[in-house]
């Protein structure tokens, strides 16, 4: 079935550090891609998304690609600040279902 | 916009008792899904609609559990009678339209069952 597979956390980093956060997927048809960020007693918010192959998705100084011929959507930050700190949650939706597939979340832990 | 809006925003309950978590969507939107967060299992969808009708419930753990959507602006998840393993935070989210859009989570519930 439809799945998406996150890198393990905790990952702790210093402020001003690179950050990458691995994603890849599996999935039937062509899906969109979606990373959500949950800050500490708060809801998911989306960061970016990508509705197909080579498209890129920004925010907030955070990107991600969709790559279809390695079926990942890694997110990247040239400077994570500590104020990233939160989960990060890889998602994709599958056709007309708009049905949300979540990875099982990364922890960010960002230190000054 | 408000936002999505749920209700409470935390429960504590005693086992076999009834809960009902509330839930408005963003105003417009066409697709409402309920989310269950624990540790263990991470984030799972339970169900969902699509203007007011469930779509899909295949996520719904158990006949403990039903969901309804009486109208545009507002859905029920009720769980009777609840169990200690029910302990979550149970998020709404709504959505606009169809693939590829974004859903909008509201800042959920955390039920604790006793």
Known sequence: GDSVTQMEGPVTLSEEAFLTINCTYTATGYPSLFWYVQYPGEGLQLLLKATKADDKGSNKGFEATYRKETTSFHLEKGSVQVSDSAVYFCALIIGNTGKLIFGQGTTLQVKP | ?114
């Open chain 2, 1 to 114: 916009d408000a936002g999505v809006i749920q209700s409470p925003r935390h429960e504590v309950t005693e086992m076999g008792q009834e809960v009902t978590l509330r839930c408005k969507p963003i105003s417009g939107h066409d697709y409402l899904f309920w989310y269950r967060q624990t540790m263990m299992r991470g984030l799972e969808l339970l169900i969902y609609f699509n203007n007011n009708v469930p779509i899909d419930d295949s996520g719904m753990p158990e006949d403990r559990f039903s969901a309804k959507m009486p109208n545009a602006s507002f859905s029920t998840l009720k769980i009777q009678p609840s169990e200690p393993r029910d302990s979550a935070v149970y998020f709404c989210a709504s959505s606009p339209g169809e693939h590829g859009d974004t859903q909008y989570f509201g800042p959920g519930t955390r039920l604790t069952v006793l």
